[in-house]
């Protein structure tokens, strides 16, 4: 494998973990998942730097209801029914 990739967001913080080569050989390549090396450095810094954000609650719908798709605010609203008004 030649990428493993971490993305994490907050409505205080993106971050984004990145691990790889350009290209693969017998001496250059990684082992494993995305979540056995780049999760565990992303993981890390993420505990490191979160405390020091100011921590903003919010909602992000599952991933199974959505089938994938990455739901705006108002297209979570509207899909559960609640009223957009004031959007």
Do not use: C, R
Not at 31 to 38: F, I, L, P, R, W
Not at 47 to 52: A, F, G, I, N, R
Not at 76 to 87: F, L
């Amino acid at each position: 494998m030649n990428d493993q990739w971490v993305i994490g967001y907050t409505p205080d913080l993106v971050m984004a973990t990145w691990l790889g080569f350009e290209k693969t050989s017998a001496e250059h390549y990684l082992h494993g998942t995305s979540e056995t090396v780049a999760g565990l450095i992303f993981k890390k810094v993420a505990e490191s730097v979160l405390p020091y954000t100011k921590g903003t609650s919010f909602e992000v719908a599952d991933a199974y209801d959505t089938g994938g798709k990455v739901l705006t605010p108002k297209e979570a609203k509207e899909q559960s029914g609640e009223s957009t008004d004031n959007d």
